[in-house]
């Protein structure tokens, strides 16, 4: 750590908040097409992972697999969560 930055423990907070919304309220903003969509209206495709893509372009947005005992994703895109009021 140095005058610039400090860990990522300063962030626990606001990503704890990030992580606690229902998921399929964010909205994304496609990185290919600009279209601003809830995750909800993405489409779902399952195979050896899932996958959401926009229901616009079809671009991936979001790709997750298992891995042993973890999930990993891959978001793409823009994400905005609403804060609880
Ligand atoms: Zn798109």
Not at 30 to 44: Q, V
């Amino acid at each position: 750590m140095d005058d610039q930055h400090t860990d990522g423990n300063a962030m626990a907070g606001l990503l704890a908040e990030v992580l606690a919304v229902d998921a399929t309220s964010i909205v994304r903003r496609c990185h290919s097409c600009g279209a601003e969509r809830p995750m909800a209206d993405h489409r779902a495709y399952h195979g050896a992972g899932a996958v959401l893509r926009c229901p616009e372009c079809e671009d991936v947005a979001v790709r997750v697999v298992t891995v042993g005992a973890s999930l990993v994703v891959e978001p793409r895109g823009t994400f905005t969560v609403a804060r609880a009021s």
